[in-house]
């Protein structure tokens, strides 16, 4: 496997949100789940794309946002499901991590869905602890969020 920084808006990653929105979109039985809006293009300092390092086929997701104060937003992880507890998700956390202190970030945070146990369990196992909802997220009984100091 090997971790590609791209665009925002490169086609495998626009693909990959995709096959994300619609896995959220069953499971929570809603189009849009998502609390104050999907991050626009010109938030996403970071994105990269996992790929099998045999055929280039992208296998997982994953970005960053600055929220402020040397704090970054981890956003639209994501694993194509026959991919899922092979290391993938873990290899591209560890590369948000890397940007992110490349950046001088002393904590990232993160919302997740009451309804996705297995995002939950991932980033409890990755050294996450459940924070206050913050931001957008404030007011929706269903987030979940978690935060790591970095330093």
Same mark, same amino acid.
């Given at each position: 496997?090997? $971790?590609?920084?791209?665009?925002?808006? #490169?086609?495998?990653?626009?693909?990959? /949100?995709?096959? !994300?929105?619609?896995?959220?979109?069953?499971? &929570?039985?809603?189009?849009?789940?998502?609390?104050?809006? =999907? =991050?626009?293009? #010109? %938030?996403? !300092?970071?994105?990269?794309?996992?790929?099998?390092?045999? *055929?280039?086929? =992208?296998?997982? @997701?994953?970005?960053?946002?600055?929220?402020?104060?040397?704090?970054?937003? $981890?956003?639209?992880?994501?694993?194509? =499901?026959? !991919? /899922?507890?092979?290391?993938?998700?873990?290899?591209?956390?560890?590369?948000?991590?890397? #940007?992110?202190?490349?950046?001088?970030? *002393?904590?990232? /945070?993160?919302? *997740?869905?009451?309804?996705?146990?297995?995002? $939950?369990?991932? &980033?409890?196992? #990755?050294? &996450?602890?459940? $924070?206050? /909802?913050?931001?957008? &997220? +404030?007011?929706? %009984?269903?987030? +979940? @969020?978690?935060?790591?100091?970095?330093?």
């Amino acid at each position: 496997m090997r $971790i590609q920084l791209v665009d925002y808006g #490169h086609p495998d990653a626009v693909r990959l /949100r995709e096959e !994300q929105r619609a896995e959220l979109a069953e499971r &929570y039985g809603t189009p849009d789940s998502e609390p104050g809006g =999907p =991050p626009a293009a #010109h %938030e996403m !300092q970071v994105f990269v794309l996992a790929r099998d390092a045999a *055929t280039g086929e =992208p296998l997982g @997701c994953g970005g960053l946002r600055a929220l402020g104060d040397s704090v970054g937003e $981890i956003k639209r992880m994501f694993v194509v =499901p026959a !991919q /899922r507890r092979n290391g993938v998700a873990g290899q591209v956390l560890q590369a948000l991590e890397r #940007h992110a202190v490349e950046r001088g970030w *002393t904590a990232l /945070r993160l919302e *997740t869905g009451a309804l996705q146990p297995d995002a $939950i369990a991932f &980033y409890e196992r #990755h050294g &996450y602890v459940r $924070i206050a /909802r913050f931001g957008p &997220y +404030v007011a929706d %009984e269903l987030s +979940v @969020c978690f935060e790591r100091d970095l330093r």
